[in-house]
């Protein structure tokens, strides 16, 4: 048997049994006199009840940062005519859960558990998200205060494509790539803050044969808890390398 497309105030007949796909049934599938009416003994489904289909389908398989999907249903705009029966839909799995903007999302219609078309619905697919954004042009090296950001809903460029949500998760931080003014943070542009910064002043710390030494130095380069950076030895002008234990303190390993 074969399976035709559903155009506008068409009624077609066949039946394909259909695995991998998403089924709207019960409750969700009996929708209001405005989304489907009748015309003599068949069921008419109007344009807004396709949209909806898809727009729960995409709910619950769309990555969960984007708050707000948004889908524009435009074609097709005449109702669509189906024989009288139970109501289902099925959406074909695709690239509608992974990408956004203007595609086509193939929809089955079955009547009592019978394929009985396809509709090709032409949609445009949108998503916004709450997302950290600069509020001015942040550089490399700079540390984020909590005046540099704020969180602002964007719309989305793509659904793979990183950002951070969260205000605790970039204050304090440092930038390594250039933030532009209201552009999402992404987290390929920051770092966990040095604990230890270029011209810091530092205690040296050095143990080793039951002795404890601690002296003052300058630390030439920065570094986190666990990285080792170049210190200069006040007293001496030596210049060695120390591994970072704690904001302010370095130690040197022997």
Same mark, same amino acid.
């Given at each position: 048997?074969?399976?035709?497309?559903?155009?506008?105030? @068409?009624? %077609?007949?066949?039946?394909?049994?259909?695995? +991998?796909?998403?089924?709207? $049934?019960?409750?969700?599938? !009996?929708?209001?006199? +405005?989304?489907?009416?009748?015309?003599?003994?068949?069921?008419? =489904?109007?344009?807004?009840?396709?949209?909806?289909?898809?727009?729960?389908?995409?709910?619950?398989?769309?990555?969960?940062?984007?708050?707000?999907?948004?889908?524009?249903?435009?074609?097709?705009?005449?109702?669509?005519? #189906?024989?009288?029966?139970?109501?289902?839909?099925?959406?074909?799995?695709? +690239?509608? *859960?992974?990408?956004?903007?203007?595609? %086509?999302? !193939? $929809?089955?219609?079955?009547?009592?558990?019978? *394929?009985?078309?396809?509709? *090709?619905?032409? =949609?445009?697919?949108?998503?916004? @998200?709450?997302?950290? $954004?600069?509020?001015?042009?942040?550089?490399?090296?700079?540390?984020?205060?909590? *005046?540099?950001?704020?969180?602002?809903?964007?719309?989305?460029?793509?659904?793979?494509?990183?950002?951070?949500?969260?205000?605790?998760?970039?204050?304090?931080?440092?930038?390594?790539?250039?933030?532009?003014?209201?552009?999402? =943070?992404?987290?390929?542009?920051?770092?966990?803050?040095?604990?230890?910064?270029?011209?810091?002043?530092?205690?040296?710390?050095?143990?080793?044969?039951?002795?404890?030494?601690? #002296?003052?130095? $300058?630390?030439?380069?920065?570094? !986190?808890?666990?990285?080792?950076?170049?210190?200069?030895?006040?007293?001496?002008?030596?210049?060695? !390398? +120390?591994? =970072?234990?704690?904001?302010?303190?370095?130690?040197?390993?022997?």
């Amino acid at each position: 048997m074969t399976t035709r497309r559903l155009s506008a105030a @068409a009624m %077609i007949a066949g039946c394909l049994i259909l695995t +991998a796909v998403w089924t709207e $049934v019960g409750g969700e599938t !009996r929708a209001s006199a +405005a989304q489907v009416g009748r015309q003599g003994t068949s069921l008419v =489904v109007h344009p807004d009840r396709i949209r909806q289909v898809i727009a729960r389908y995409l709910d619950q398989r769309v990555d969960r940062r984007a708050q707000d999907l948004q889908v524009t249903l435009l074609d097709p705009k005449e109702p669509v005519t #189906v024989p009288p029966g139970n109501l289902e839909f099925n959406v074909q799995p695709g +690239a509608v *859960e992974e990408h956004l903007g203007r595609q %086509i999302v !193939r $929809v089955h219609v079955l009547v009592d558990g019978r *394929e009985v078309g396809v509709v *090709e619905a032409l =949609v445009e697919i949108a998503a916004y @998200a709450d997302a950290v $954004v600069a509020q001015r042009l942040i550089k490399p090296g700079e540390l984020i205060e909590p *005046e540099d950001v704020t969180i602002t809903r964007i719309k989305l460029v793509d659904l793979h494509r990183q950002f951070v949500s969260e205000l605790g998760d970039v204050i304090g931080k440092s930038v390594v790539r250039p933030i532009p003014a209201h552009s999402p =943070v992404r987290p390929s542009q920051i770092k966990p803050a040095d604990v230890v910064r270029k011209g810091d002043r530092v205690t040296i710390e050095a143990q080793g044969g039951g002795l404890s030494i601690r #002296v003052a130095g $300058v630390s030439k380069s920065g570094g !986190r808890v666990g990285e080792y950076v170049a210190v200069t030895n006040v007293d001496s002008g030596k210049e060695i !390398r +120390a591994r =970072v234990v704690a904001p302010g303190v370095v130690r040197v390993d022997y």
